[in-house]
């Protein structure tokens, strides 16, 4: 019996017993997967002269309204100078707007203007689409699934900030 027919016959308790190859191949999956799931903005971005670090930025900003330069700091695990950069292209561009913190003066908090909400939604759509599709054609139980594995993999820090995120515009 090969090792994907006894991965296949076992359930979930056969995922204990995974080859490395069959480990190998996941991995691949992950790596083509993430290149399908970037195309479509990679194309937008790339119309402006902007990278994937900058739809990061513009995506937890969305999320997030308001959050502060510490806090997307902290989602994005970036260098502050990294982050400085790439915000002071998307403020210039009138894409993102920096306000002085009500409590205290020291923290900017950030948040997309119109025409970066527009630039979000666009790169969501794209990003959407191709999700809904490959959720459909999975079915639910795939997608549960899916889920669960994205989340066991994710780093104790970064799984709290992820729940946080998730909670707050639940």
Do not use: C, W
Not at 32 to 55: K, N, S, V
Not at 103 to 132: H, P, V
Request: net charge positive; hydrophobic share 40%.
């Amino acid at each position: 019996m090969s090792d994907t027919r006894n991965a296949a016959s076992f359930g979930g308790e056969s995922l204990l017993f995974l080859t490395d190859e069959q480990l190998r191949q996941g991995i691949e999956a992950m790596f083509f997967a993430y290149r399908g799931f970037t195309a479509d903005p990679d194309r937008i971005l790339a119309e402006m002269a902007y990278g994937r670090a900058h739809h990061r930025a513009i995506h937890f900003i969305n999320r997030a309204p308001g959050t502060t330069v510490n806090n997307l700091l902290n989602i994005l695990g970036v260098t502050k100078q990294s982050l400085n950069r790439v915000l002071r292209t998307l403020i210039e561009d009138g894409l993102v707007e920096s306000r002085v913190g009500k409590t205290d003066k020291r923290e900017r908090n950030l948040f997309l203007t119109e025409t970066g909400k527009s630039l979000e939604t666009r790169l969501s759509d794209a990003q959407r689409a191709r999700m809904r599709s490959a959720y459909k054609e999975a079915g639910p139980e795939a997608v549960a699934g899916f889920r669960r594995v994205l989340e066991a993999m994710m780093d104790p820090e970064m799984h709290h900030a992820y729940a946080r995120l998730r909670d707050s515009v639940a």
